[in-house]
C-alpha cells in the first residue's frame, strides 16, 4: 500500500498482469489538460475525461475546483465542499476561471465547433445539440475537446454551423484559448504559425498514418511525434481501484 493525496492505493507495479490500456492513456491524457491549471472549475464533459479531472485533482492539481453538474462544489471522492448555484457557474464561466472539455459532432482545423446540426443549418439532415453554451465557453475561458471516436466524420474541412469558435474566428477575442484535443488515437494541439490543428503525441499502438488517415484535413505533423506519456504506477491505481474501479472506461474506449 502506498498514500497518494491522503488515499491508499496499490501501486501497479511490473508485477501487475495488465499494462496501460489505450482507454488509460486517453484519462492521462485528459487530465494533462489542467496540469498547472491553480484554481479555477473544471467542467469535464464525458466519462474519460471526468476520470481525468478527477485524477488531476488527486495528484498534480490539487487546487482544482468540481462540480456534482448541479449545485454543489465536490472533492475527487465526491464529498460537499461547498455551493455553487447555477448563477455562481455562469460567472465563473463568463469571467475566465474555468477550463472546460466538451465534445465536437464537427471539428475543423482552426478549432471550430461544431455540435448543433448537420447540413445546411436552414434545412439540417441531423438535428444535435444545439449552440448552448460553447460560444461562451470558447470565447472566455480554456476549452479542450474530447473526442472518443477520431474519425473523418467529425474532423471535417469546413464544420456545417460554428458553435464553438475557432482561431479563424476569434481576431479580437482576448481571452480565446483552445488547450488541446484528445481523440482515442492521438493529442492534437494547436501550436503551429497558423494556429491550426498540430498532432502534438500519438498514443501507443497508433501510427501517425492512422491519424491522417481518420483527419478529413491536412494535420500539421512534426517530424518527431512522441508518445503519450505513460501513467505512473500510483496514477494506474488511483484510476482502476479508487476513481473507475468498474472499468467503464473501456467503454468509451475498448482497448
Excluded: K
Excluded at 469535464?44 to 482544482?64: E, N, Y
Excluded at 443549418?121 to 460560444?135: D, F, M, N, S
Excluded at 490543428?197 to 501517425?208: E, F, I, N, Q, Y
Amino acid at each position: 500500500m502506498t498514500e497518494v493525496n491522503g488515499h491508499r492505493v496499490t501501486p501497479v507495479t511490473g508485477e501487475s498482469p495488465s499494462p496501460p490500456t489505450r482507454a488509460e492513456y486517453c484519462v492521462i491524457a485528459c487530465a494533462e489538460a489542467w496540469r498547472g491549471a491553480g484554481e479555477i472549475l473544471a467542467s469535464p464533459m464525458g466519462l474519460i475525461p471526468s476520470i481525468g479531472a478527477r485524477l488531476a485533482r488527486r495528484t498534480f492539481a490539487p487546487d482544482l475546483l468540481l462540480t456534482d453538474g448541479e449545485a454543489m462544489l465536490v472533492d475527487a471522492d465526491g464529498t460537499v465542499e461547498g455551493w455553487l448555484p447555477y448563477r455562481r457557474h455562469l460567472a465563473l464561466a463568463a469571467g475566465g476561471c474555468r477550463h472546460v472539455m466538451m465534445g465536437a459532432s464537427q471539428l475543423d482545423r482552426y478549432g471550430n465547433q461544431n455540435i448543433s446540426c448537420i447540413g445546411d443549418w436552414q434545412r439540417p439532415t441531423r438535428q444535435l445539440l444545439g449552440v448552448r453554451g460553447a460560444p461562451v465557453n470558447t470565447l472566455n475561458h480554456p476549452t479542450s475537446y474530447w473526442i472518443p471516436r477520431h474519425s473523418r466524420r467529425v474532423f471535417v474541412e469546413r464544420v456545417d454551423m460554428v458553435c464553438g469558435v475557432g482561431h479563424d474566428h476569434a481576431d479580437g477575442a482576448r481571452y480565446h484559448h483552445l488547450a488541446r484535443v484528445v481523440t482515442n488515437l492521438a493529442v492534437l494541439d494547436f501550436a503551429t504559425p497558423d494556429r491550426s490543428l498540430r498532432l502534438a503525441s500519438l498514443h501507443p499502438g497508433v501510427t501517425v498514418e492512422e491519424v491522417r488517415e481518420a483527419t478529413g484535413f491536412a494535420l500539421t505533423v512534426p517530424d518527431a511525434v512522441p508518445y503519450t506519456r505513460e501513467p505512473t504506477a500510483e496514477e494506474l491505481g488511483l484510476i482502476r481501484e479508487v476513481i473507475d474501479p468498474a472499468d467503464a472506461r473501456a467503454r468509451e474506449v475498448p482497448d
